[in-house]
């Protein structure tokens, strides 16, 4: 059964139109990644996903129900969890207190402070510090931690690469094996496609607001990928 | 781009057909005391700077975000400054109303400094207890009549129906000349700034929009309107007590109106000015009821329809009086130029 | 030494401003939110305490049992009905629907209980003191007041850093939108911080409606006290809070030792020279994140 489905998904900012009737699909227990250009469309999806943005047709499925019409916050609960684009850690709480704001749902699960800091143990000395004072790999760290803390049965990342140097990415990236072992599925939204490909186990590629390719990294073609990258 | 040719033009039938009545009406209440008694005077004059620190305050926050509650100290200040000039230096009190204008305008220059370190609401309050700084200050002072207040003598020796006539018509030019302020600011380079700042100040910063000078004249020439009400209203009570020049109340009825008639429009505190005293004229009798009422409208409009009663006659049909956006209008194939970009709104959500 | 016994009446006023000033703080450091009708929300409180003391026969501080949940109450639904709906649209909105509000309270009040000045009647504590020195004499009532504002602020202080819900109050003040992102329902949490402010104010408007009298139009003053404090003491800290109400009181009993009219005065003129010489307040070392 699949976890997330989107169909005929057309949101918009005031009169501009996002995305074009996306249809995607998410199974329980996968990595998905959506790869696409600046503007795609892709955080847009996620966002209407998380309910920050409404798309005014179509249906948004979790976990075997419709929360199109449902609040954020209420969404959160049902299991989803997103770590927005930019990280954006709460500055003024410490490490600690940020994981904490992240397990305000109270969901059971695996994921607590001592099990987030196991996953990156960069953080631990800094658990007292202010979320403010971090550099950006451990702002991106502890914006992934805080996001499990609610133990959600599909965890969204988006654009976790951004602005950050390759060996950080590979650090961070190498935590999502041990993500999914726990039984939490994952949807990636990611400009790094190389990045996206070697963990997905399905990766979609957005083009100008529409899904422009879609299938398994392995039977996928260079050429294809940059075709619907690019658009040419 | 295609070879069309287009104009960019301002003036609509609805703005051509304003001009003509507004000159109308100008004429024809120019020519009133010869007509009216003068009691009407009285309500004109009260209505006419009604309009006119309306129009000040619109400009002030509706277009310059600057959520000023102290434009009291103003209308407060525009009184003493004719009072001092009229009484204690020798002008003719008809003249210097026009100088007590120019006298707070100054005031109002160092004033900005300081109010303008706070932001948002917190510049809502800072400007208000600037106000009280003002009023207090002259209370208690016993050289400019303290808490009892003054009186214009040198006014009082004008011959009343005189008085009150020039009264009037300087309530009129003000009114119609702070109008036209606002319409010529709009329309010139500085209106251009204030629509910039307003979509977005940081953008409009890194464009090469001077924010705070942007905002420090706004400040000072909506306090310089302020002050020649406060001047017209006092030539016409003259008598000056503190507590009633500067109450917060003249900011109450300002906003009120602005916000009944719509914010942001030129059109919304002159309708909003004629609403307020159609309701004062039949509710002023039930007292304190009248305000909780006056309060609950101001609450529910700006929940229920923030852009205000000019805002929802004009809902279906956009129709303006002051001509003041830029239409494109196509003289050959009928092609609109392209628009390079995408539009603002397409990131108005981080 | 009048100046010794000035200083220390200052003080204890202070308390007093500061548990006003709180409330505001709060609601601006969890929603953005200035509260104009501030005051008059804290004239209710010393109305409602009124009622309680006249119609229950209740001691007025006892009467806060009653005041202090009724404010709570009123805060939870004056922010999930009326203010919420004004926080999309920019600052103009809210400003706009809390001064009439305020219009709308002190207009009410008036038709209800008259222009007259009340006061709470909490017998003879207000006229007990202690002699320190011949010229010092300190009244308990102020020292109690002043005692419960630092319990109420400590509190506050403690709520916010060890519970989840400060936590959560913090969280959205730092980033509205990636609290939403925890699940945290902000509509929610910012209802439940006017009612904390208010519960605070409850407390304020009856302490300072035993040590003063009241009448329905003097909520305005009651807002700018507080904002006063909020000001001087920088924002953001509730420590600062107290001092900043501290530094205003004690300009306010000095500057009524000159004049009369100037005990206001004097305050207002702190505020405007912490604005010109310390924007960010006196007691914040960095400039504001």
């Given amino acids: 059964m699949s976890l997330l489905s989107l169909t005929d998904i057309n949101s918009r900012y005031g009169t501009f139109q996002a995305l074009f009737g996306v249809e995607l699909r998410v199974d329980e227990g996968e990595i998905v990644a959506v790869i696409g250009a600046n503007g795609a469309g892709k955080s847009t999806m996620l966002k209407t996903v998380v309910g920050i943005m409404r798309s005014p047709t179509g249906e948004v499925r979790f976990a075997g129900r419709p929360v199109g019409h449902l609040p954020v916050h209420q969404r959160v609960s049902l299991g989803m969890s997103l770590v927005p684009e930019g990280r954006r850690v709460f500055p003024s709480l410490t490490v600690r207190e940020n994981l904490l704001v992240g397990g305000w749902v109270k969901r059971p699960g695996p994921w607590t402070v001592t099990k987030i800091l196991q996953l990156f143990p960069l953080l631990e000395r800094r658990i007292d510090h202010p979320a403010g004072n971090l550099s950006g790999g451990e702002q991106q760290a502890l914006a992934i931690g805080r996001g499990l803390m609610a133990n959600p049965r599909l965890l969204m990342l988006d654009e976790v690469s951004l602005g950050l140097a390759p060996i950080v990415v590979r650090h961070l990236y190498a935590a999502i094996p041990a993500i999914v072992e726990a039984g939490t599925t994952i949807l990636i939204v990611e400009q790094d496609i190389g990045q996206a490909l070697s963990v997905a186990d399905r990766v979609y590629c957005f083009l100008e607001g529409k899904v422009a390719l879609s299938g398994r990294p392995r039977e996928l073609t260079r050429e294809q990928i940059a075709a619907a990258y690019f658009g040419v | ?350 | 030494m009048d100046l010794l016994n000035n200083v220390v009446q200052g003080l204890l006023l202070g308390g007093l401003y500061a548990l006003f000033a709180t409330g505001l703080s709060i609601i601006f450091g969890v929603m953005r939110l200035v509260n104009l009708a501030h005051g008059d929300l804290s004239v209710i409180a010393a109305y409602v305490a009124l009622v309680a003391v006249d119609v229950l026969g209740l001691n007025p501080f006892l009467s806060l049992v009653l005041v202090v949940p009724v404010m709570f109450i009123l805060g939870y639904g004056l922010q999930r009905f009326v203010l919420n709906h004004t926080l999309e649209g920019g600052p103009m909105p809210p400003l706009l629907v809390t001064f009439g509000l305020s219009i709308i309270i002190q207009n009410l009040l008036l038709e209800i209980f008259s222009a007259d000045s009340r006061g709470l009647d909490a017998g003879r504590i207000e006229d007990a003191a202690i002699t320190v020195t011949s010229r010092l004499a300190v009244g308990w009532f102020p020292m109690l007041t002043l005692v419960v504002a630092v319990t109420v602020l400590a509190g506050l202080q403690l709520f916010l850093e060890r519970t989840q819900l400060g936590r959560g109050f913090r969280a959205t003040s730092d980033d509205q939108r990636a609290a939403q992102l925890m699940g945290i329902d902000n509509r929610h949490l910012y209802s439940l911080a006017l009612a904390i402010a208010l519960a605070t104010v409850a407390v304020a408007g009856v302490f300072l409606g035993i040590r003063t009298t009241f009448s329905p139009s003097v909520g305005p003053t009651r807002l700018i006290f507080a904002y006063e404090a909020v000001i001087i003491g920088g924002l953001g800290s509730l420590w600062g809070t107290l001092a900043g109400g501290m530094v205003l009181g004690v300009a306010q009993t000095i500057g009524a030792q000159l004049s009369p009219g100037w005990a206001v005065l004097a305050g207002h003129l702190v505020f405007l020279a912490v604005l010109v010489f310390r924007p960010n307040g006196l007691f914040i070392r960095q400039a504001a994140v």
């Fill in chain 2, 1 to 350: 781009m295609s070879a069309s040719t287009y104009r960019v033009v301002r003036s609509s039938r609805a703005s051509r057909i304003g001009l003509a009545v507004g000159a109308l009406l100008v004429a024809g209440l120019a020519v009133l005391p010869y007509a009216a008694g003068s009691g009407t005077l009285r309500t004109l004059i009260s209505f006419l700077t009604l309009v006119t620190v309306a129009q000040m305050w619109n400009l002030l926050a509706g277009y310059a975000g600057l959520l000023s509650v102290g434009q009291q100290a103003y209308i407060g200040l525009g009184a003493y400054a004719l009072w001092v000039l009229a009484d204690e230096v020798g002008v003719h009190p008809f003249v210097a109303v026009p100088l007590a204008g120019l006298i707070v305008g100054l005031i109002a220059l160092p004033t900005a400094g300081l109010a303008f370190r706070l932001r948002g609401g917190y510049f809502a309050i800072g400007t208000w207890v600037i106000a009280e700084v003002y009023r207090l200050v002259i209370a208690n002072i016993q050289a400019v009549g303290g808490g009892s207040g003054v009186t214009i003598t040198a006014a009082s020796h004008i011959a009343r129906a005189t008085r009150q006539n020039v009264t009037y018509w300087l309530a009129l030019a003000v009114a119609v000349g702070t109008i036209g302020l606002v319409y010529g600011i709009l329309r010139s380079r500085l209106g251009l700034a204030l629509t910039a700042i307003r979509d977005d100040e940081t953008s409009a910063e890194s464009l090469g929009v001077h924010v705070f000078r942007t905002k420090l004249w706004v400040y000072v020439l909506s306090s310089f309107g302020c002050g020649l009400a406060g001047a017209v209203i006092y030539l016409n009570l003259l008598r000056i007590q503190p507590d009633a020049a500067f109450s917060v109340n003249w900011t109450a009825l300002m906003i009120f109106v602005v916000v009944i008639g719509g914010v942001g429009t030129i059109e919304g505190p002159i309708i909003g000015a004629i609403l307020y005293f159609i309701l004062q004229e039949t509710l002023a009798d039930y007292g304190s009821w009248y305000l909780i009422l006056v309060g609950l409208v101001a609450v529910v409009i700006t929940l229920k329809a923030p852009r205000g009663l000019w805002g929802l006659l004009t809902e279906r049909r956009p129709v303006h009086v002051f001509p003041l956006q830029r239409h494109v209008r196509i003289d050959a194939s009928g092609e609109i130029p392209p628009v390079s970009g995408r539009p603002r709104s397409a990131c108005a959500d981080e």
